[in-house]
């Protein structure tokens, strides 16, 4: 979705001046920001209160410029601007810097390339799911959407050790809906949607809830990301898919804190959006029941599906350290090992030669194979059950 133009309007509302002119007259500069501290308006009454920095993403529009304009000018405004973030340079005034920043900023955000099929949408308290959702924007050049809570979330409100903070309240209670922010006025356009947030209690924040009951994913590819200490995203994405009917929901991924972009390339390498990855699915037959897996774009990985692709080959798995399952293969696969932190689902090569499917998490130097679609690390768990256990791999 092409983002709101707005730049014939702000090069119109800014025509009075311009970064050039305020650098080169300083001093008519400050005697604006003089008579705009002291203008007889309700504004100008609060510009004590008026200091707060700017969010990183607060979305500025040409209504801001006017209102920075006619305030700077010592003009009414047509709405308290009390708490509005228009310290761009956070040096704790409005000045005219500060609307040439402001200009800037629309200008920058103002999209004149075609439109995108692809949105990553991200709720993040302490910065680490964004941090994820950053590198996806990155690697998709997709459009870009943060949600914001309408009560802005505390340190206190996600105090896990306190019963009664709000974080706690809502978690425990489904129908909790918390108010957003500025919220998207629609998604019609987009085909796919990464949601990212961090896991709360072992489930979505229920602000993510919100979210989802807000528009129509009846024919979108939704994509969950998460990020969390330990806890896997299974539960959310149950959760998701129970919520609102989506027309095609992906295996997301959960992330630790320290996940960096090439963790995010990965596994954004792996998933079906990219071409020649379609049929990159692994069938495993375990006790009766027959799995999925998505295979991760490594050599060692298409190795195995093409050997798979003459006949099937049946492995048993011995239970070792009480979060794995490790058997040895009838043949040597291509190493390229790297230190990983595994999570339940995840298929790794270990030595070359012998496979490892993780019901838990461990970290070590591995070769990834892939990741078990659709699966929580609880029902891995009572599924492989105790002991040792005989899969049937197939292509």
């Given at each position: 979705?092409k983002k709101?133009?707005?730049l014939l ?8 001046t ?6 080169e007259n300083?001093?008519?500069s400050?005697?604006v920001?003089?008579?705009s ?7 100008a009454a ?5 200091t707060?920095?700017?969010p ?11 209102n920075?304009?006619?305030f700077?000018l010592g003009k009414p405004?047509?709405e308290?601007?009390?708490g509005?973030?228009y310290?761009?340079?956070r040096?704790g ?6 609307l040439?920043l402001?200009?800037s900023?629309v200008?920058?955000n103002?999209?004149?390339?075609p439109d995108?099929d692809?949105?990553v949408?991200c709720f993040s308290r302490?910065?680490n799911t964004?941090?994820?959702?950053d590198?996806?924007?990155e690697?998709?050049n997709?459009?870009?959407?943060f ?13 896990y050790?306190d019963n009664n903070c709000?974080?706690?309240?809502e978690?425990n ?5 918390p108010?957003i922010?500025d919220?998207l ?8 949607v990464?949601?990212?947030y961090?896991?709360?209690?072992g489930e979505e924040p229920r602000?993510i809830?919100?979210?989802?009951e807000?528009?129509?994913f009846s024919?979108?590819t939704?994509i ?7 806890s896997?995203?299974?539960t959310?994405?149950?959760?998701i898919?129970?919520?609102v009917?989506i027309?095609n929901q992906?295996e997301g991924?959960r992330?630790p804190?320290?996940?960096g972009?090439?963790d ?7 998933l079906p959006l990219?071409?020649g ?7 495993i ?7 999925t ?5 490594s050599t060692a990985?298409k190795?195995?599906?093409?050997k798979?692709?003459a ?5 048993t ?8 399952k490790?058997?040895?293969l009838p043949w ?5 090992d790297?230190?990983i932190v595994?999570?339940?689902g995840?298929i ?9 499917i993780?019901?838990n998490?461990?970290s070590?130097s591995y ?9 929580t690390?609880?029902?891995?768990a009572e ?7 005989t899969v049937?791999?197939?292509?």
């Open positions: 979705m709101i133009c707005l309007m702000s090069i119109a509302v800014m025509g009075f311009s970064c050039g002119a305020v650098a300083s001093t008519a400050a005697e920001t003089a008579v501290l002291s203008a007889p308006n309700q504004a609060s510009a004590s209160e008026n707060e920095a700017a990183s993403r607060y979305t500025y529009t040409a209504e801001d410029i006017c920075l304009q006619d700077l405004t047509e308290v601007l009390t509005k973030p310290d761009l340079d040096d005034r409005w000045d005219t810097f500060d040439c402001m200009r900023e200008i920058r103002t999209d004149p390339a995108n692809t949105l949408v302490t910065g964004e941090k994820i959702a590198y996806l924007i690697l998709t997709a459009d870009s959407y949600i914001e809570a309408a009560v802005p979330y505390t340190d206190a409100d996600i105090k050790q709000r974080a706690n309240k978690q209670d489904k129908t909790v809906r108010e922010a919220p006025n629609s998604i019609d356009s987009y085909d796919t990464f949601l990212g961090p896991i709360w209690w602000i809830d919100t979210f989802l807000s528009y129509d024919d979108k939704v969950p990301f998460c990020t969390s200490g330990s896997g995203i299974g959310s994405e149950k959760n898919s129970e919520l009917t027309g992906l991924r992330f804190a320290g996940a972009k090439d995010v390339k990965a596994w954004y390498d792996t990219n071409k990855n379609e049929d990159m699915k692994l069938k037959s375990v006790n009766d029941t027959d799995l897996a998505t295979l991760a774009d990985a190795e195995l599906a093409e798979l692709k006949e099937p080959v049946t492995v798995l011995n239970e070792y350290g009480g979060f794995e490790v058997g040895k040597p696969l291509t190493r390229t790297e230190s595994t999570e339940a995840d790794m090569l270990y030595q070359g030669d012998q496979m490892t993780f019901y998490s461990n070590w070769t990834k194979l892939g990741h078990i679609d659709n699966i690390a609880e029902e891995l599924l492989f059950g105790e002991g040792n256990i049937t791999l197939s292509y």
